[in-house]
């Protein structure tokens, strides 16, 4: 098992940045699969980026180019930076680990994007 713990979330301009962090209670090195979801008011949860063990990496195209996923193993760390934020990018943001099939969640950490 695995907590996970994500900060780093708040409120920013349309156009401005975040970087999001997500902090694992055990080594990540072994952890098949790390993502970012979030989650809108009255929409589903969604997957926005992701990154498995071997560094590759992918992203919803809403994303794309705007957001990058990145991981410290030494650090136990996961990252999300956020460019170019949107007002459709207002969410909770939520860390994921997949080990061995299963899932750990984080508590998720809310970021607004409004003027």
């Known amino acids: 098992q695995v907590q996970l713990v994500e900060s780093g979330g708040g409120l920013v301009q349309p156009g401005g940045s975040l970087r999001l962090s997500c902090a694992a209670s055990?080594?990540?090195?072994?952890?098949?699969?790390m993502g970012w979801y979030r989650q809108a008011p009255g929409k589903e949860r969604e997957l926005v980026a992701g990154?498995?063990?071997?560094?590759?990496?992918n992203y919803a195209d809403s994303v794309k180019g705007r957001f990058t996923v990145s991981r410290d193993n030494a650090k136990n760390l996961v990252y999300l930076q956020m460019n170019s934020l949107r007002p459709e990018d207002t969410a909770v943001y939520y860390c994921?680990?997949?080990?061995?099939?299963?899932?750990?969640w984080g508590q998720g950490t809310q970021v607004t994007v409004s003027s």
């Open positions: 055990r080594s990540i090195f072994i952890i098949n699969f």
């Open positions: 994921k680990a997949v080990q061995r099939g299963l899932g750990f």
């Open positions: 990154i498995n063990g071997g560094g590759t990496t």
